[in-house]
């Protein structure tokens, strides 16, 4: 008999978000699955990992699902390390992130946990998958994002990943039956234009709330905006090798 | 008469670290410095932003230089987001970020805040630069580093940055005259193996530190790693759209 799939699953929402339990139960449909998860929201974390302070680890039980967990107080990235390192008996074959509430498209790869938590998988040699669904709700409507994140992970177990890069999965906030497929597509040259809203505290003392408006500039129809506003799920495949190769020659006068 | 640049400058390893102000000191030299930085230590917090707490930005004096200063208790990124919106009185002609307490040189531009404050000023549209010396301590001898940071720094000013990209720089540790010049690279395909330091604390509660070795698998003689190693100052330009075009066609069976 053939040996299940290992899968690794985490999140920057925290252990116990819809969106994290959502993936557990459809990734139990595909392999034996462990999941080691922040205890507490980490979203905007980036690629951030704990150099200087203390790591936990504790085995904990969420839903009476097949999964084994375990919830950390640290980062996405953290997360992935500590379950490969000390929680798995062997590597695992498949990093799933997600799912995620609120888009990860465009920019926002940048600035992910999420996607950070699989770009780590991916350094380690591990196919890896981030999910995000575009709605940041607690209490959005999963059964799309379920379907589409089975599917996918399905296809990568069978057919490998290639080198070098793992995949952002962003999945519009409709209905399975209004969404018309998958488009594989390039990162939308799209950016967030930051206002700060500044306050004033009890104490007299001037706060800020970062915010901001997301514009995208990118009328191209092969980018991930252009498929998730045509009712597409958008697959990017993005690597973690980031030279810009073709400016280099166009530097070396920086040699001289 | 025309105007002087105008710089912001930021770090990670907090306002006061010897390597900003050796910075600063360099950069007052090339146009009108405006610092905002980290009050704390932020090492290893890669692209994170504070979405879920307060921001404050305090105006602070910390040496008798020309430049004026802020210290914010927010990230790196944060630092350029609020610098940009919140304290220059015009977009800024540099970004520069640095001079880190250590290497970012290949995969470590993933985890670094000081390279993610630069990709930040990238997106932003201004030229933008991460400068880190191969050495950790509080109190490294910044005085090659200096050098070069001028140097390059004053390059860019002159002549531009190619669109989409930023400067990951990296100087060895050794004295100005035993560093043989510059070289543009690529990131070499190197990687962190983490162990994690395991302990127990007073109360019987295991805890853990993240630990572990570098190790560079990438033998070409074009890598940031293999310029460091004979003793030249390496240059990555760092996209950050991290489309892996190259795998776009090959991915698109997941459409089916």
Redesign the interface.
Same mark, same amino acid.
């Given at each position: 008999m053939k040996e299940q799939p290992l899968i690794l699953v985490t999140n920057d929402d925290g252990i116990t978000a819809p969106g994290i339990r959502a993936l557990i139960e459809v990734m139990n449909e595909l392999g034996d699955v462990v999941v080691v998860a922040p205890d507490s929201?980490q979203?905007?974390?980036?690629?951030? @990992?704990? =150099?200087?302070s %203390?790591?936990?680890?504790d085995l904990i039980q969420i839903d009476d699902g097949p999964q084994v967990e375990y919830k950390s107080n640290g980062t996405p990235? #953290?997360c992935v390390?500590?379950g =490969?390192?000390?929680v798995l008996y062997r590597k695992p074959d498949l990093v799933v992130s997600g799912i995620n509430h609120g888009s990860n498209s465009s920019?926002n @790869?940048?600035?992910s946990g999420t996607m950070?938590a699989a770009?780590e998988g991916g =350094?380690?040699g591990i196919s890896s998958i981030g999910f995000s669904l575009l709605d940041y709700k607690w209490d959005a409507d999963f059964s799309a994002a379920k379907y589409f994140a089975k599917q996918?992970a399905g296809?990568i177990l069978n057919?490998g990943m290639?080198k070098?890069?793992v995949?952002n999965v962003n999945i519009p906030a409709l209905p399975l039956n209004e969404i018309k497929? =998958?488009?594989?597509?390039?990162?939308a040259?799209a950016?967030w234009n930051? %206002?700060?809203d500044?306050?004033e505290?009890p104490h007299g003392?001037?706060?800020?709330?970062?915010s901001g408006e997301f514009v995208n500039n990118d009328k191209g129809e092969d980018t991930d905006e252009f498929a998730l506003a045509n009712a597409y799920v958008s697959? @990017?495949?993005?690597?973690? #090798?980031?030279?810009?190769?073709a400016?280099?020659d166009?530097?070396?006068?920086?040699?001289k």
């Open positions: 929201p979203s905007g974390m980036g690629h951030a @990992v704990t =150099i200087n %203390t790591l936990y680890l990235v #953290d390390k500590l =490969i390192s000390e920019i @790869v940048i600035y950070s770009v =350094i380690e996918i296809n057919n290639p070098g890069v995949l497929g =998958i488009k594989v597509a390039r990162q040259n950016k930051e %206002t700060f500044r306050r505290n003392r001037k706060y800020y709330w970062l697959v @990017v495949p993005i690597q973690y #090798d980031m030279t810009a190769y400016v280099i166009q530097l070396k006068n920086l040699e």
